[in-house]
């Protein structure tokens, strides 16, 4: 049949059953994105004869004689649509995965469209939405200036709102092998005999790969500058199985659908195994043991009682500040398993070099440590493996995980050929990492002038059936959510525990959203009980320069150190925007705040090295190891290095996340993006424009910047919102938002607003909305219209603030800020709610059936 | 997403060429089965091709097409002493999908579908609608009985839905409607219309039942991602008694 694509001709004859976006990209057409293959992110959307549609779900027979028309025939990098334009000029995006379906579905709009429906086919977790509509109402929010402390657009800006930034698949590559994989269906089981034969037989399949292909190397997904940070419990293909999805097999073949349709040919005899689901069963005597197998060298706390890590500690003594307190509060708080969702889900391409070394193209945050761990698990040589991830779409802690590398590398070394794996939307949902789900009890202790006597925090965090990020999490989490308060007597009980459920991972703020969530409602109650404005309950108890910055332990930390303190700017900044609101009629008000401190790097270590050459053609080429997957560090890095040159940032070409350039990052991880290899960034260009002036001359110059991430800072947010809430349906209506940010020196104020609107959107998701959910190890919430990520209609506008603050430790004064927004929103959510309602919720989300419910209780 | 298990798509004209084999279902807009694997279909009978007319008014009320798509429902000129005419943008708005779904999703694919939140399923049981299927021999069922449960339905293999009859009393009626999901434009969690009749008003309830009912006096109350039972059940009652007295 014959169709036109962005006016070009195209002659196809598309398979029964096939849809316009695999036949689309199958022509090399990727401005059509997949971001979940099922009509409801609206990535994919295109313009057939002049009708939006999701090409996703557009029978693809039905494609004789049509126009089709994607983000790359609207407009082009020279000859952007109007519409395009606007985005570029807003700063519409961040990732960027979503833009062409975004500007797609924008180019049909008409003024005085009500934008919160007609864009609820259009889903964006990076940005909350207001620099989109901003973008569709023509706003300008960029500048031309390319100075540290200008708005600059992103360098990328025009190439993603034309379709024509290459993500990670989006590439043609000849006689491509692709691989599916089949699931466990079981939660805990072993394999007794697995025999490929019958689909070794169907025609296309080229390996089938079992365990007895795999590795004999226990390593961790999680990854970390530290491989011992994670704990080895995890095999490329493991011949136990110990949550319903885990690879029991994989299948490389012609097509996807050949691989799929193989699956169903393997056949395995499983010896059923008892399965735990609930972490505190988990942990108590006789229960299933996940990982029992295990010996020191995985570095599993407990594995006969399935412990991953556990942390008791005191400082003081708790009885005695509880004895000396004249208010008690005490409570228990839980918090949900969430998904990423990342608009571009998990996806590695690999192939060979023609010297034979292995090259893999990947959605990553850490290509470097990917790297890494591959040559440990395959006994390689990393000076002949190269990895690279061009644009991210999105990630959010859940790619700094080997999910798909490592089964693409031993595809690969099997069969010689370059194989694909690509995750669809609902192996996000069912095997990636989630956020991990918390159970969390505070009790505090306050004199009657409202000085903290006691505090005291028990924490069980369900780690699922591999550990990977379970440690950190663990430990970060009840890290600045404690030291943040000064009081003499604290105590800590944590673990995390191993179940039969899909494992959980990094997920933005690490640990500490959980615990803030439970702390600061918990303060909140303590205000109540006191008599005391939540705010100057806080302000008589957090920790101001010269505070030890401790949790229990007295030299626990000893590189996070004041570089700036803005904490009392970003407490009044929220306090005095805070203004009362009235709701609807029956409807009751309420307002809320918390906060929320956060280190300005990992610990232990994060290295950056960059370095900047004035290349030939008078354009400065900087290479950098760090991924951009909408974090908008590549903006700030030609900033930070075109402010030390004095040159505009368009002469600056940057060269990133790629091992091949040779420049180490540890990874995109951990807000590391401005402060560590920023500050790596800003090192090299300052070295160089030494240079210059000394030598007079450009030719041949060169400089390196490092950067190893010691001593750390520390930042903090503010939130405050102000609701109304029906009692007689249990829904919220946020009527004022607003975070204040002390993030020092500000690099793009337009970049930075976006990272703290994309963060409270995030946070609200998790607050009101998502919920992964499992029945018996099974997820049941498999799909985006059974997980409800917030649409534009879901998020209100937060008013952005910026405490005035300069940090000595970061460049230029900067700190990070890509995590830490997340983390005030659902307690400071909950405390407005909680103030409306006159009950206090507990539990994560709340949704409108618990509000209803603990409204009529 | 690809069908991968499909291996023929039969696109045909004429009644006599709607012939399914094993395997083969009913194809309308794909807007849902394109939306989810499909194990087991091997087949798919494009109905788009048979050139039905959308929208037919007669003297008894409105015919629509199964292959109607929402947005040629939502474009229609209706007369104005069709008092009950807002029920369908309400109810076409309570898809959880976009604009750019209704370009090619169908009315009968909707009610085919038989999912509780069917939003067709609820305007039609709202309007005391019924369903024309072709088969052997042909028959009428009221779309209150069509939906039997979660995505189960009364059409047999090789049965097709070949239109939808609303009819003129209940369009001329004057109409109520409430729906609340877990978020402001999410899936539906409960869906209540209601309709003046000469006896009385009439309810029609989707969203939070596995099938539609007329009464907020059933046992099929569910509790999913979109919502509890006890909240929808309490949420319906609520509306009926907001329709009443709005109504009244």
Request: hydrophobic letters at 40%; glycine letters at 10%.
């Amino acid at each position: 049949m014959r169709f036109t694509v962005d006016g070009t001709p195209v002659e196809a004859t598309p398979r029964p059953g096939q849809v316009l976006r695999s036949l689309l990209r199958e022509n090399d057409h990727f401005a059509v994105k997949k971001g979940c293959d099922a009509g409801d992110c609206g990535a994919c959307s295109v313009i057939v004869d002049g009708e939006p549609v999701h090409s996703c779900i557009y029978p693809a027979h039905r494609l004789e004689g049509v126009a089709v028309t994607t983000a790359a025939g609207l407009g082009s990098v020279e000859h952007p649509h109007p519409v395009q334009q606007a985005f570029v000029d807003a700063a519409g995006f961040q990732c960027g995965f979503c833009t062409a379906g975004m500007v797609v579905t924008a180019s049909t709009l008409s003024p005085g469209d009500d934008l919160a429906v007609k864009l609820k086919g259009n889903l964006c977790r990076c940005t909350g939405y207001r620099s989109i509509e901003d973008a569709i109402c023509g706003v300008v929010n960029t500048s031309a200036s390319s100075e540290a402390g200008a708005s600059s657009k992103a360098p990328a800006g025009m190439r993603v709102v034309t379709g024509s930034e290459p993500y990670t698949l989006d590439l043609a590559t000849t006689s491509l092998l692709h691989l599916a994989v089949l699931g466990s269906p079981h939660s805990h089981a072993r394999i007794q005999s697995i025999s490929v034969e019958r689909a070794l037989g169907l025609e296309g399949v080229h390996a089938v790969l079992t365990h007895l292909d795999s590795p004999d190397v226990l390593f961790s997904t999680a990854r970390h500058e530290l491989r011992t940070d994670d704990p080895d419990d995890t095999r490329v293909l493991d011949p136990v199985l110990r949550f319903q999805g885990q690879r029991v097999a994989a299948v490389v073949a012609d097509s996807v659908a050949i691989a799929e349709l193989a699956l169903d040919l393997i056949d395995v005899e499983y010896e059923i195994l008892p399965a735990v689901f609930d972490p505190e069963q988990a942990r108590s005597a006789g229960a299933p043991l996940v990982h029992g197998d295990k010996g020191p060298e995985s570095r599993i706390d407990e594995p006969q009682r399935n412990v991953l890590a556990q942390l008791h500690g005191e400082m003081g003594s708790v009885a005695e500040g509880l004895a000396a307190a004249d208010a008690v509060v005490t409570g228990t708080w839980t918090t949900q398993r969430v998904s990423h969702v990342a608009l571009e889900t998990h996806a590695t391409r690999g192939w060979l070099d023609e010297h034979g070394g292995l090259v893999l193209r990947t959605s990553s945050q850490v290509p470097y440590l990917v790297r890494d761990e591959l040559a440990h698990i395959f006994s390689l040589d990393p000076a002949r493996m190269r990895v690279f991830t061009a644009r991210v779409g999105g990630g959010f802690g859940g790619k700094q995980e080997i999910l798909t590398e490592d089964l693409v590398t031993l595809a690969v070394l099997k069969t010689g050929r370059a194989v694909q794996y690509e995750f669809t939307r609902e192996d996000e949902f069912t095997i990636a990492p989630t956020r991990h789900p918390s159970r969390v009890t505070v009790t505090l202790g306050a004199t009657a002038d409202g000085v903290l006597t006691a505090m005291q925090v028990d924490e069980l965090l369900d780690t699922g059936a591999y550990g990977n990020h379970g440690i950190g999490v663990m430990f970060h989490g009840v890290g600045e959510s404690l030291s943040v308060y000064r009081c003499a007597n604290k105590r800590v009980d944590a673990e995390s525990v191993y179940t039969n459920n899909l494992p959980s991972g990094a997920f933005r703020g690490y640990g500490l959203g959980q615990v803030i969530f439970a702390v600061e409602s918990a303060m909140d109650d303590l205000a109540r009980e006191l008599g005391i404005d939540p705010f100057e309950l806080r302000r008589r108890n957090v920790i101001v320069p010269g505070d030890p910055i401790v949790v229990t332990e007295a030299d626990e930390e000893h590189d996070l150190l004041y570089g700036s303190y803005g904490l009392d700017q970003c407490l009044s900044l929220v306090q005095e925007a805070l203004v009362p609101t009235d709701g609807p009629v029956g409807w009751v008000t309420g307002q809320g705040m918390a906060l929320a401190m956060i280190a300005s790097m990992p610990p232990r270590g994060h290295f950056a090295e960059t370095v900047i050459t004035v290349a030939d053609d008078g354009y400065f080429d900087l290479r950098v190891g760090t991924a951009e997957f909408g974090n908008g560090t590549t903006t700030v890095h030609a900033q930070l290095a075109a402010t030390a040159l004095g040159v505009p940032a368009d002469r600056i070409r940057i060269l990133q996340s790629d091992t091949a350039t040779g420049t180490y990052d540890t990874g995109a991880f951990g807000s590391a993006g401005v402060v560590v290899a920023g500050k790596a960034v800003f090192a090299a260009a300052t070295a160089l424009a030494e240079k210059i002036a000394a030598s007079g001359s450009l030719v041949g110059l060169s400089a390196t910047g490092r950067h190893d991430g010691t001593p750390r800072s520390i930042a903090f947010n503010v939130h405050g919102f102000s609701v109304a809430v029906n009692p007689a349906t249990g829904e919220v209506r946020i009527l004022q938002s607003v975070q204040a940010a002390d993030a020092g020196t500000v690099m793009n104020p337009e970049q930075l607003r976006g990272q703290i609107e994309g963060g409270t959107a995030q946070a609200i998701g998790s607050a009101l909305y998502e919920q992964l959910t499992l029945d018996e190890g099974r997820v049941t919430t498999r799909a985006l219209r059974n997980y409800h990520v917030p649409q534009f209609a879901d998020v209100p506008r937060t008013t952005v603030l910026f405490a005035d603050t300069h940090d000595d430790l970061g460049p230029l004064g900067a700190k990070s800020m890509s995590e830490a927004p997340y983390n005030p929103v659902a307690p400071a959510l909950a405390n407005a709610i909680r103030d409306a309602l006159g009950v206090r919720p507990r539990d994560l989300p709340m949704s409108r059936d618990r509000l209803w419910r603990l409204a009529s209780s | 997403m690809d069908l991968i298990t499909v291996r023929e798509i039969r696109v045909p004209r004429t009644r006599d060429e709607l012939v399914f084999d094993e395997g083969f279902q009913p194809l309308g807009g794909g807007t849902w089965l394109y939306s989810e694997e499909q194990p087991g279909l091997t087949g798919l009978v494009d109905l788009m091709a048979m050139g039905w007319p959308p929208l037919t008014v007669t003297d008894e009320g409105l015919e629509i097409a199964a292959t109607c798509t929402l947005a040629q429902l939502l474009a229609f000129d209706a007369p104005p002493e069709w008092t009950a005419w807002p029920l369908v943008d309400q109810c076409v708005n309570s898809l959880l999908a976009s604009f750019k779904i209704w370009n090619l999703a169908t009315v009968g694919g909707n009610i085919c579908t038989s999912l509780p939140a069917g939003a067709m399923t609820a305007l039609l049981v709202g309007l005391d609608g019924t369903a024309q299927i072709w088969g052997s021999p042909d028959r009428t069922v009221p779309v209150i009985d069509f939906v039997t449960g979660d995505r189960t339905n009364v059409l047999e293999h090789g049965e097709v839905l070949r239109s939808l009859h609303i009819p003129l009393s209940s369009l001329t009626a004057r109409t109520g409607f409430r729906r609340i999901a877990l978020s402001p434009l999410g899936r539906t969690g409960t869906l209540v219309t209601a309709r003046t009749t000469p006896h009385g008003l009439a309810f029609g309830i989707t969203g939070g039942t596995v099938r539609p009912h007329t009464s907020t006096d059933n046992g099929d109350w569910f509790t999913d991602a979109h919502g509890a039972a006890d909240w929808r059940q309490a949420m319906s009652e609520l509306f009926v008694s907001e329709l009443t007295e709005e109504l009244a």
